[in-house]
């Protein structure tokens, strides 16, 4: 993997932001446009009251230094964990309330692009309040490319900087360590049981990228997104491992490990499930380099089962 540099200016900021200012200082009202990445132009104004939606942007405005600005965050806004305890909520990011975010008064709305539902999204926009939606795209080079976004949106240059060039040497270490380890475990998420029956994670999905970056393969990779797989497509994907969050993994164990079908794969026969805390495993910000990290020593310690074997 090549060293991802810094770029000058975001992705998507118009040449009106020429300097960089203090984290916590004052917007210029005019002159400061922006371009999201829905190819929206949008002023974004002093943003003393941000609406923050989605845990990645929540704490990249905390690391730069942005909190006080802060009136409200999701509920994937996990960490620092006083963001949930401090911060009004607004519920989950894809189930918002527009009526429920406009009752902080925000003077602005930054959320990522996976958010939703549609409907209430385009009453926000509809509304006389900035509305700046970041890109959520689920790579390695969006995490940082967002990172900068974030930093030059909010006028927070020097510390843009330096988040960038730490995600980037963290990265590197990753990588350092998928260099000298191969992992062969065809690994499976499971976001949760629906009718005793796991919604597994496909391509294009925060989990697949978050399997691929460990170097590990996503069992369920030939789907597209989430999808519910019955005990027949279960045994077909071979999983070696199951990767599920920590907020409510024993009820997953519990009902995969009672599954027939499950226990004739490979993480069946094992009981390799790997369980960790949602946003830190699906968020895709700062600390998914340490994340993945993680995970990938804690597959290079399960045993490979006969799907993950060469030949």
């Known amino acids: 993997m090549k060293l991802i540099t810094r770029r000058l200016f975001g992705k998507g900021l118009t040449a009106g ?50 909190a006080a600005r802060i009136v409200g965050v999701d509920s994937t806004s996990t960490w620092p964990v006083e963001a949930l305890h401090d911060k009004a909520s607004i519920g989950y990011m894809r189930a918002l309330s527009s009526e429920g975010v406009l009752a902080l008064r925000p003077d ?15 009453q926000l926009m509809a509304s006389r309040i900035p509305v700046i939606f970041v890109d959520s795209t689920p790579s390695m080079e969006a995490i940082v490319d967002r990172t900068r976004f974030i930093a030059d949106l909010m006028q927070a240059g020097a510390e ?12 590197e270490i990753l990588t350092a360590w998928r260099a000298a380890h191969t992992l062969r475990q065809r690994v499976l998420f499971v976001m949760r049981m629906t ?41 077909a994907l071979k999983p070696d491992v199951i990767l599920v969050m920590a907020q409510g993994s024993e009820d997953i164990r519990k009902n995969l490990l009672a599954d027939p079908g499950f226990r004739l794969t490979s993480a069946g ?11 830190r495993l699906l968020g895709l910000g700062l600390r998914t380099p340490d994340a993945a990290l993680e995970l990938a020593r804690k597959l290079a ?5 006969t799907a993950g074997q060469p030949g």
């Open 301 to 305: 310690e399960m045993p490979l089962g």
């Open 108 to 122: 602005l709305v930054l959320t990522m692009n996976n958010a939703g539902p549609p409907t209430a999204l385009d």
């Open 195 to 235: 009718n005793n029956r796991p919604m597994v994670a496909g391509g294009g999905t925060a989990a697949d990228a978050m399997i691929r970056l460990t170097g590990a393969v996503n069992a369920g990779a030939a789907m597209q997104g989430y999808k519910i797989v019955d005990q027949e497509n279960l045994i």
């Open 17 to 66: 932001l020429l300097t960089a200012g203090s984290a916590t200082g004052a917007f210029a009202a005019e002159g400061h446009v922006v371009t999201d990445c829905r190819g929206r132009r949008v002023n974004p104004g002093k943003a003393r009251r941000i609406v923050s939606v989605g845990g990645a942007v929540t704490e990249t405005l905390y690391a730069l230094g942005d």
């Open 269 to 279: 026969r094992s009981g390799a499930i790997i369980s960790m805390e949602g946003e």
């Open 160 to 171: 843009g900087d330096r988040l960038c060039a730490d995600l980037s040497r963290r990265f």
